[in-house]
Each structure stands twice: as structure tokens, then as C-alpha cells.
């Protein structure tokens, strides 16, 4: 099930059946006072649990059956849950609390993300989003994901930082998963925040680098994935702090896939907003076909096709296509650019449109006279969690164009600055952290097979990136398309 969690309709069934899910649970042996910090350690080791991070289709988890319950299913001794009417976001949640040691008036959760609002009235530590409150590590946070009153998610706050919020959650296209708000307090999809009974502690201030984790295997570090020119699809992960610095070496490539030939263009987005690289395949009939990333469950082998589906038609029309969180809210939205120049920006709004992103309805046009660039990619250069574009024109000059969609009244890439030239010796750029610093570097193939990593060096080069360069590869020229 996906990350919206609970509907409507499971509210009803809550309503109908009261906790009668998981009353009767043993409870844990005693703790220590429970404290935020140690809130956010459960989390996180359950973040890092392969063997039970995730669910076996459908939301059957080890967590429904360890604190409520479920019929037993999957075949696995202890998980419950299993078929639509079950949802583990709450079960995750609750679990992390109890093993934290919360024990006040743990009967009140009953297994839906509603009642983690109904506990913190219930107790006087409920706070909603937009008030002077500065969420805390090991709060709950409830999710309105159609700002219909209907609270249907919730997760565990990790940090803040400023304006962003860092949170751990469960039910997140059935796995486990950090996420990143930015503007946490504008989030009309936040509705608030929960503190458990007796909690103590928890800085606001993060403790170890934060990053949106927005690669193929995970780890917060962008992998490249490359397409040979026999259809083979080859994983190129970046283990740039072991390998001596050097990403992408040739002993950590792997063959993922083949029959990629068919593919007119490939895209590289996180459709689903669980922290994992998607594919998105335009087929030269113009229809779009989304290979989610299941790394975890399919055995470490991303984009199989099994879990494919079709969620567009009519693509052909673009020449251009880059994917680019150019709202701020965690979901790669897709900026198109049609052959008269204009530019048109489809926003993901997979939660909302029953698990179809990018619909034309939702398209608007945000730019005209964009023709003059052979190459456009996405890059959070500014390193603000807004992805902005960087244009090479045809005479090698490139520009970066900031997405200031908050301040411009909605509309983004309305200005531009020149970043550099002479970079028409590169067939291919790809927008990618390298070095994950949170920084979008650019990795540029030249025509001899070399590629080239420009870091990111925005901070400390007054205000302008990619200025200096190295080599980390040879022989890529056998490769029709790097993303």
C-alpha cells in the first residue's frame, strides 16, 4: 500500500471496530524513561532492518502483527495484516514509541494515524502545524494528504533544521524510509504533532549530515545507471568514500536489466517519494511507463519489470524531459519542454490522483524561448531543496536558472545567471550529489569516453558552482544513455 496510509474509509471501520485490532498485547518489559533522542534511535535501527523494513504485499508487516494483532499472513511468524483494509504507518509508529519505552496511555493508539491526534488531546501534548511549536525528536506527525480533515499518515520526527523537517515513517510505498519537508510550516499536508507521554530530551538541532535520499540503492548518495547500446541496463553505484574518492568504478557495476532498447527516452525521478530513484521509460509512441525502484523487496534488483505501469500517453509531443522537485514537497515532478520552446512544468501529484502522477490536468505552462538549449538538467544547485534547471546552450555556455517557486508567485526559473562556457565538449550532463553534501554536482561524459565530475562548490566559490573539475572514468562511450 502506498504512503497515504489511511483513507476515509479505514477511519469508518476504526469508528465501528474501536481498538479491538490489538487490545491484547503483552507489554514490553520495563524501560527507562522514555526520551526523544531515544525515540529516534529505535527509528532509525528499524529504518536500517532489512528483514523487516518492509511489507509483503499487501500491508502485511511485522509490525500490524507485533502490536495489534493482525491475522497472521505472508508466511512469516508474527507478521499480521494482509489485503486493503489494513494500513501499518500507526503500527510503525507505536512500535517505535513502545520500544523507546513509552508506556502512558499506550490503549488510546489504535492502529490508525488519527488516533495519535486523538492521544495528544486526549493528554495535552497534541500541536498543530503553523503555530509557534518547534517539533521535537520522537513527536508523532499526522498527515492530511488531501486537507480534507482526514488524517491518514503519520510518522516519527527525526530533526529539525531552521525551516526543514527530518522525519522517519512507515507505509511509505511499503517500506520504511526517511523523508525531507522544507517549509515544514507552510505544509498545508502536516497537520501536527504529537509528544508521547513522559518524553524528555531531543535536541532540535540534527545530529549527523541530513540529506533527501534521492538514489538507486539508498544510501544518500546519487548512483549512476547507464543503458548499453544492446538494451542492457548497468547500475554504477557510488562508493565514493570507500573507493578513495573516485565514484563509479567499474568494480561496483552491475548488470540490472536488458530489453531497454525499446525506450525513445529514459528519466530519472523519485515518483513515488520514497527516497528511491524510479525510471521512467517514454516510449517513441509517446506513452510513459514507470518502473518503480523495489530494491529492498525484489532482491536488490531495481526497475523489474513486473512492477511497471503505464501512467501516461502523449509525451511525444516533448523533446525535453527532466525530472525536478520543482514544488519542494519530496515527490519529483517533471519539467517538459515542448519543440516551439515553451516550457511546462506537471506536477506529481500521485497521492492525490489514485496513484497517477503527472496529469495533464494539473500541467501549466511556466516559460517560452527555451529552444536555444541542446541540454537541460535537473540540479538542486542552491542547495535549498528546490530543484532548479541548468542550460547549456549551443555555444557551450551554461546557465543556471534558481527555482525561487516561493518567492516568484509560483512560477520558477524566472531569471538566470551565467555559470560557465566551453562545456560544449560534453555529449551527456547529469545533475547528480556525488558527494553528498546536498549539493547537485554535474557529471559530464566527453565525446572520448572520459567523464568528468564538476563538484559543487557553490558555497565557497562565491556563488559559483562546477569551477573545477577531475577525472573519475574512462570508457564510457559504450553507453546511449547515463541518467
Not at 530543484?387 to 547549456?392: A, E, I, N, P, Q
Given at each position: 500500500?502506498?504512503?497515504?496510509?489511511?483513507?476515509?474509509?479505514?477511519?469508518?471501520?476504526?469508528?465501528?471496530?474501536?481498538?479491538?485490532?490489538?487490545?491484547?498485547?503483552?507489554?514490553?518489559?520495563?524501560?527507562?524513561?522514555?526520551?526523544?533522542?531515544?525515540?529516534?534511535?529505535?527509528?532509525?535501527?528499524?529504518?536500517?532492518?532489512?528483514?523487516?523494513?518492509?511489507?509483503?504485499?499487501?500491508?502485511?508487516?511485522?509490525?500490524?502483527?507485533?502490536?495489534?494483532?493482525?491475522?497472521?499472513?505472508?508466511?512469516?511468524?508474527?507478521?499480521?495484516?494482509?489485503?486493503?483494509?489494513?494500513?501499518?504507518?500507526?503500527?510503525?509508529?507505536?512500535?517505535?514509541?513502545?520500544?523507546?519505552?513509552?508506556?502512558?496511555?499506550?490503549?488510546?493508539?489504535?492502529?490508525?494515524?488519527?488516533?495519535?491526534?486523538?492521544?495528544?488531546?486526549?493528554?495535552?501534548?497534541?500541536?498543530?502545524?503553523?503555530?509557534?511549536?518547534?517539533?521535537?525528536?520522537?513527536?508523532?506527525?499526522?498527515?492530511?494528504?488531501?486537507?480534507?480533515?482526514?488524517?491518514?499518515?503519520?510518522?516519527?520526527?527525526?530533526?529539525?533544521?531552521?525551516?526543514?523537517?527530518?522525519?522517519?515513517?512507515?507505509?511509505?510505498?511499503?517500506?520504511?524510509?526517511?523523508?525531507?519537508?522544507?517549509?515544514?510550516?507552510s505544509n498545508s499536508q502536516i497537520e501536527g504533532f504529537t509528544t508521547a507521554v513522559g518524553v524528555?530530551?531531543?535536541?532540535?538541532?540534527?545530529?549527523?549530515?541530513?540529506?533527501?535520499?534521492?538514489?538507486?540503492?539508498?544510501?544518500?548518495?546519487?548512483?549512476?545507471?547507464?543503458?548499453?547500446?544492446?538494451?542492457?541496463?548497468?547500475?554504477?553505484?557510488?562508493?565514493?568514500?570507500?573507493?578513495?574518492?573516485?565514484?563509479?568504478?567499474?568494480?561496483?557495476?552491475?548488470?540490472?536489466?536488458?530489453?531497454?532498447?525499446?525506450?525513445?527516452?529514459?528519466?530519472?525521478?523519485?515518483?513515488?517519494?520514497?527516497?528511491?530513484?524510479?525510471?521512467?521509460?517514454?516510449?517513441?509512441?509517446?506513452?510513459?511507463?514507470?518502473?518503480?525502484?523495489?530494491?529492498?523487496?525484489?532482491?536488490?534488483?531495481p526497475f523489474s519489470s513486473p512492477d511497471s505501469r503505464v501512467v501516461g500517453s502523449g509525451w511525444?509531443?516533448?523533446?525535453?524531459?527532466?525530472?525536478?522537485?520543482?514544488?519542494?514537497?519530496?515527490?519529483?515532478?517533471?519539467?517538459?519542454?515542448?519543440?516551439?520552446?515553451?516550457?511546462?512544468?506537471?506536477?506529481?501529484?500521485?497521492?492525490?490522483?489514485?496513484?497517477?502522477?503527472?496529469?495533464?490536468?494539473?500541467?501549466?505552462?511556466?516559460?517560452?524561448?527555451?529552444?536555444?538549449?541542446?541540454?537541460?538538467?535537473?540540479?538542486?544547485?542552491?542547495?535549498?531543496?528546490?530543484?532548479?534547471?541548468?542550460?547549456?546552450?549551443?555555444?557551450?555556455?551554461?546557465?543556471?536558472?534558481?527555482?525561487?517557486?516561493?518567492?516568484?508567485?509560483?512560477?520558477?526559473?524566472?531569471?538566470?545567471?551565467?555559470?560557465?562556457?566551453?562545456?560544449?565538449g560534453f555529449d551527456t550532463l547529469v545533475g547528480a550529489d556525488v558527494t553528498g553534501d546536498g549539493?547537485?554536482?554535474?557529471?559530464?561524459?566527453?565525446?572520448?569516453?572520459?567523464?568528468?565530475?564538476?563538484?559543487?562548490?557553490?558555497?565557497?566559490?562565491?556563488?559559483?558552482?562546477?569551477?573545477?573539475?577531475?577525472?573519475?572514468?574512462?570508457?564510457?562511450?559504450?553507453?546511449?544513455?547515463?541518467?
Amino acid at each position: 500500500m502506498n504512503r497515504s496510509g489511511i483513507r476515509r474509509r479505514l477511519a469508518v471501520i476504526a469508528a465501528t471496530a474501536g481498538i479491538a485490532f490489538g487490545v491484547a498485547v503483552a507489554p514490553p518489559a520495563a524501560h527507562a524513561a522514555p526520551t526523544g533522542d531515544g525515540i529516534v534511535t529505535i527509528a532509525k535501527r528499524e529504518l536500517n532492518d532489512s528483514s523487516r523494513n518492509h511489507e509483503i504485499p499487501v500491508n502485511c508487516t511485522y509490525y500490524g502483527g507485533e502490536m495489534f494483532g493482525w491475522p497472521a499472513c505472508g508466511g512469516r511468524a508474527g507478521w499480521g495484516g494482509g489485503g486493503s483494509a489494513y494500513a501499518w504507518c500507526a503500527g510503525f509508529a507505536k512500535y517505535v514509541w513502545r520500544e523507546a519505552g513509552v508506556t502512558t496511555a499506550m490503549s488510546q493508539i489504535n492502529g490508525y494515524a488519527a488516533s495519535f491526534k486523538t492521544y495528544g488531546l486526549n493528554n495535552g501534548t497534541w500541536h498543530a502545524r503553523g503555530g509557534s511549536y518547534v517539533p521535537r525528536p520522537g513527536d508523532a506527525i499526522t498527515f492530511d494528504w488531501g486537507n480534507d480533515g482526514d488524517v491518514n499518515h503519520v510518522g516519527i520526527v527525526k530533526s529539525v533544521s531552521g525551516t526543514t523537517l527530518y522525519t522517519i515513517e512507515g507505509n511509505t510505498s511499503d517500506r520504511t524510509a526517511s523523508h525531507t519537508y522544507y517549509n515544514y510550516n507552510s505544509n498545508s499536508q502536516i497537520e501536527g504533532f504529537t509528544t508521547a507521554v513522559g518524553v524528555t530530551g531531543g535536541s532540535t538541532t540534527p545530529t549527523e549530515p541530513e540529506r533527501w535520499v534521492a538514489d538507486v540503492t539508498g544510501d544518500g548518495y546519487h548512483d549512476l545507471v547507464a543503458r548499453r547500446t544492446d538494451g542492457s541496463l548497468w547500475l554504477y553505484s557510488n562508493n565514493i568514500v570507500r573507493d578513495n574518492g573516485v565514484p563509479y568504478s567499474s568494480g561496483s557495476s552491475r548488470q540490472i536489466g536488458s530489453g531497454w532498447s525499446g525506450a525513445d527516452r529514459i528519466v530519472n525521478a523519485d515518483v513515488t517519494g520514497d527516497g528511491y530513484t524510479d525510471l521512467l521509460l517514454v516510449k517513441s509512441d509517446g506513452s510513459m511507463i514507470l518502473y518503480p525502484n523495489n530494491i529492498v523487496r525484489d532482491d536488490g534488483v531495481p526497475f523489474s519489470s513486473p512492477d511497471s505501469r503505464v501512467v501516461g500517453s502523449g509525451w511525444g509531443n516533448f523533446d525535453r524531459i527532466v525530472g525536478a522537485d520543482v514544488t519542494g514537497d519530496g515527490y519529483t515532478d517533471l519539467v517538459a519542454r515542448k519543440t516551439d520552446g515553451t516550457l511546462w512544468l506537471y506536477p506529481n501529484n500521485i497521492e492525490r490522483d489514485n496513484g497517477i502522477p503527472f496529469s495533464s490536468s494539473a500541467a501549466r505552462q511556466i516559460g517560452s524561448g527555451w529552444g536555444g538549449f541542446d541540454t537541460l538538467v535537473g540540479a538542486d544547485v542552491t542547495g535549498d531543496g528546490y530543484t532548479d534547471l541548468v542550460g547549456r546552450k549551443t555555444d557551450g555556455t551554461l546557465l543556471l536558472y534558481a527555482n525561487n517557486i516561493v518567492r516568484d508567485n509560483g512560477v520558477p526559473f524566472s531569471g538566470y545567471q551565467q555559470i560557465g562556457s566551453g562545456w560544449g565538449g560534453f555529449d551527456t550532463l547529469v545533475g547528480a550529489d556525488v558527494t553528498g553534501d546536498g549539493y547537485t554536482d554535474l557529471v559530464g561524459r566527453k565525446t572520448d569516453g572520459t567523464l568528468l565530475l564538476y563538484a559543487n562548490n557553490i558555497v565557497r566559490d562565491n556563488g559559483v558552482p562546477f569551477s573545477g573539475y577531475q577525472q573519475i572514468g574512462s570508457g564510457w562511450g559504450g553507453f546511449n544513455s547515463i541518467s
